[in-house]
């Protein structure tokens, strides 16, 4: 048995758990780097981003792995399935397919005995590269990290390989977003009363927490606030070829006011007040707003406010808003040379470069090459 080395157990920190391995083994195994909780690197979207890890090969000294090279292949891939009737829909894309090949034997066709190796790799991410769309509604869009290990073989074949895959989570990344000063409070006006949502912008952090401040005007005072229900619904459509399409909707974070948790306006005897919040880091079904190839994704906040002794019983709100992974304000920092970049110089690069966020990816199949 090898001999585990305080280096091997610091590399368990930084190695994806089992679960996250397509082929699995527990000699070969890739780590990110100690620093990063996941292999990409740099805001995709924003900048350049990288993958950047490390392979390992170890085995017991008495059985040593015979390898000629070993090939690590970057891929990423998207597909939508479902059935309509007895009709099936069904696409595939893959994206890109990039091979390097990380380590050789000194001698062509020469197998080399192999007890401990550790092989650093890197490749770019293609820009135009969607986020990773965990399954849903049987539409996926996953990467991969996949060892090729050329090992002898102990039949009549000259070598046979050994294959070891881990999924890999990408995500791109929006500047922070500038206030929105053209976004107004939305009215509803009816003859016993006034009801105002207000929501001072329209795109939010996949980590935010929504603030909608509501505020009522009785005219009537024997009028009542029952409750007050927000709740955010997320949106999916698959598409296949032929502009078949499916779409799913699913509310997934929301917050509830009783009547009595509003509080009068210090201002005002008859105008009310209260503030709902919806918490997304605490949703697990939440996805980033998108719109590719294969999957489109989008939002929309819906408020319900339940009237009592009023001419009306509820009075609706619905507001659309995109929700993206968001650079942090407080460690906006890229990498331009000697100088650290501000929000403004970064922006004006994209405006100098007529760049735009990129709210729409097409997720077409990139050229496939190797790199040796």
């Known amino acids: ?3 585990e080395t305080n280096t091997d157990i610091d590399l368990t920190l930084s190695r994806p758990p089992r679960n996250e391995y397509r082929h699995y083994s527990s000699k ?5 780097a100690p620093s990063k909780t996941q292999f990409q690197q740099g805001y995709l979207g924003v900048q350049p981003s990288i993958i950047k890890g490390t392979f390992h090969l170890r085995y017991p000294e008495a059985q040593p792995l015979l390898v000629e090279r070993i090939e690590i292949t970057f891929k990423g891939k998207g597909s939508v399935r479902w059935k309509q009737g ?3 829909y069904r696409r595939v894309n893959k994206f890109f397919r990039l091979t390097k090949r990380i380590w050789s034997s000194l001698a062509s066709d020469h197998f080399e005995p192999i007890v401990s190796l550790d092989l650093p790799f890197e490749f770019t991410i293609p820009d135009v590269s969607p986020s990773s769309i965990p399954q849903i509604d049987n539409g996926i869009i996953k990467y991969s990290l996949k060892a090729k290990i050329y090992r002898k073989s102990n039949f009549i074949m000259k070598f046979s390989s050994k294959i070891i895959e881990v999924w890999v989570n990408i995500n791109r990344w929006n500047l922070p977003p ?3 000063y053209e976004t107004l409070p939305i009215t509803k006006r009816f003859e016993m009363f006034e009801c ?3 929501l001072n912008q329209t795109i939010f952090d996949a980590n935010d927490t929504i603030n909608i401040p509501i505020k009522f005007i009785l005219f009537d005072m024997r009028v009542s606030v029952k409750k007050v229900v927000v709740r955010l619904k997320q949106y999916h459509r698959l598409k296949a070829h032929d502009h078949d399409s499916k779409l799913t909707k699913k509310y997934v974070a929301g917050h509830e006011v009783s009547g009595d948790q509003i509080l009068m306006s210090s201002d005002s005897s008859n105008e009310f007040l209260v503030g709902l919040k919806l918490n997304l880091p605490e ?3 939440l996805r980033c707003s998108c719109n590719t190839i294969l999957i489109d994704i989008w939002h929309r906040i819906k408020v319900r406010i339940h009237m009592g002794n009023a001419n009306t019983s509820y009075v609706n709100f619905e507001k659309d808003v995109k929700i993206y992974n ?3 304000a407080d460690s906006f920092i890229l ?4 100088r650290t970049a501000t929000r403004s110089t970064i922006q004006s690069l994209f405006d100098a470069n007529e760049h735009r966020w990129i709210d729409e990816i097409s997720g077409d199949e990139l050229p496939e090459y190797q790199n040796r």
């Open 283 to 285: 949703s697990h079904d």
């Open 28 to 32: 070969a195994y890739f780590t990110h």
């Open 196 to 198: 105002q949502m207000s």
């Open 326 to 328: 968001v650079i942090p």
């Open 335 to 338: 990498d331009m040379g000697e």
């Open 178 to 180: 500038a206030p929105d």
């Open 86 to 88: 007895k009709r099936e």
């Open 1 to 3: 048995m090898t001999e």
